[in-house]
């Protein structure tokens, strides 16, 4: 019989699914190099389309979406959908893949074909190339993207760092070391832009670093790493899970308003000096929070599974049940039983 450790190991990324919340990206499609750079909005419906096929993204198939689901991704006056579908279309990524027992570098479009019926029913057809759906269903590693958070951010560079810190999260080390151009890349900075230390720090990195670490389930930092010499030719991504108390804090300010946020998340200026009412309640009720140990746990008890898929089915349920006297205790117990009834 396949071990637990095996099952881990083996189990594919397309095994993970989407939810209401929540978007899988396969990791391969994380840390890639833009041939083609793409904008904020190209970055979103690129993983709107790719949730919206996933159940049959590794086959031959054409996929519709309605465009109304696209909508909210543009900035009304200065995007239009047509010109992000264009782009994804002629998008060329590099990316690095294991084969075998040898690293390779693949290039590949991110978005096959495109057809566009002459009287426009509402929907966007589109359809992915051979070598993009193997690369997807021999995947391994993913980031869960929430959707909330991937909205709430304003920037290219701060998507690309969430999707990093997300493929990250579950690994038991908490930092990762690369080289300068390597970070440059997977934040998908333009070649010629930015070139200096000073500029990229300034107008990439303390953006992004202070927005996910405002908006999402963790804190990060990116520190420079100096070579032989004074010049650094690195840098070190580190990541660690927030506690209980900020991650309530990071709910509140996702169901605020937007008017205001950098000002707020910035310690600047309070909320009601807007003009803004009080933030609503969190999305999530304060009995079935769960600290961050939590899903160190389960990941230990249920080898292979996704935990957040996992807390979304025990959100679902206990939200029709007493509110629980021990949520941690309580989620343990559904994630066991779930995994015996759902063996992998």
């Given at each position: 019989m396949e071990s637990a450790q095996s099952a881990q190991k083996f189990q594919?990324?397309?095994?993970?699914?989407?939810?209401?919340?929540?978007?899988?990206?396969?990791?391969?499609?994380?840390?890639?190099?833009?041939?083609?750079?793409?904008?904020?909005?190209?970055?979103?419906i690129y993983n709107l389309l790719l949730a919206n096929a996933w159940e049959k993204i590794a086959e031959p198939v054409q996929h519709s979406i309605p465009k109304r689901e696209l909508q909210?991704?543009?900035?009304?006056?200065?995007?239009?959908?047509?010109?992000?579908?264009?782009?994804?279309m002629s998008a060329i990524v590099q990316l690095r893949v294991q084969d075998g027992k040898e690293w390779v570098t693949k290039r590949v479009q991110l978005l096959?074909?495109?057809?566009?019926?002459?009287?426009?029913?509402?929907?966007?057809?589109?359809?992915?190339?051979?070598?993009?759906?193997?690369?997807?269903?021999?995947s391994r590693v993913f980031a869960r993207l929430h959707k909330q958070i991937m909205f709430a951010l304003s920037s290219k560079y701060s998507l690309a760092l969430y999707e990093m810190i997300q493929k990250r999260g579950n690994m038991t080390r908490t930092y990762e070391e690369m080289t300068i151009d390597e970070f440059r890349s997977f934040l998908g900075v333009p070649a010629g832009k930015l070139n200096t230390w000073i500029n990229f720090k300034n107008f990439a990195i303390r953006p992004a670093v202070s927005e996910v670490s405002d908006l999402s389930?963790?804190?990060?930092?990116?520190?420079?790493v100096k070579g032989k010499g004074k010049q650094f030719t690195g840098v070190r991504l580190s990541w660690e899970r927030k506690a209980l108390p900020e991650l309530r804090s990071v709910e509140r300010e996702l169901n605020a308003s937007k008017v205001g946020r950098k000002a707020r998340?910035?310690?600047?200026?309070?909320?009601?000096?807007?003009?803004?009412?009080?933030?609503?309640?969190?999305?999530?009720?304060?009995?079935?929070?769960?600290?961050?140990?939590?899903?160190?746990?389960?990941?230990?008890?249920?080898?292979?599974?996704?935990?957040?898929?996992?807390?979304?089915?025990w959100r679902t349920w206990a939200a029709k049940k007493p509110a629980p006297g021990n949520a941690d205790g309580a989620f343990i117990a559904f994630c066991k039983s779930y995994a015996k009834r759902h063996p992998l």
């Open positions: 594919r990324t397309l095994d993970a699914k989407p939810n209401d919340v929540s978007i899988v990206k396969p990791g391969e499609l994380v840390d890639i190099v833009e041939m083609t750079p793409l904008t904020l909005t190209d970055r979103r909210n991704t543009l900035h009304k006056g200065t995007d239009r959908l047509e010109d992000s579908i264009r782009r994804l096959g074909g495109n057809v566009v019926p002459d009287a426009d029913d509402g929907f966007i057809r589109y359809d992915f190339q051979p070598l993009m759906r193997e690369i997807v269903a021999e389930d963790f804190k990060v930092t990116v520190d420079p998340l910035a310690g600047k200026v309070e909320a009601m000096e807007f003009g803004l009412p009080p933030a609503p309640p969190a999305a999530v009720p304060s009995a079935l929070m769960l600290r961050p140990d939590t899903f160190d746990k389960v990941r230990k008890l249920c080898p292979g599974y996704d935990v957040y898929a996992l807390e979304n089915e």
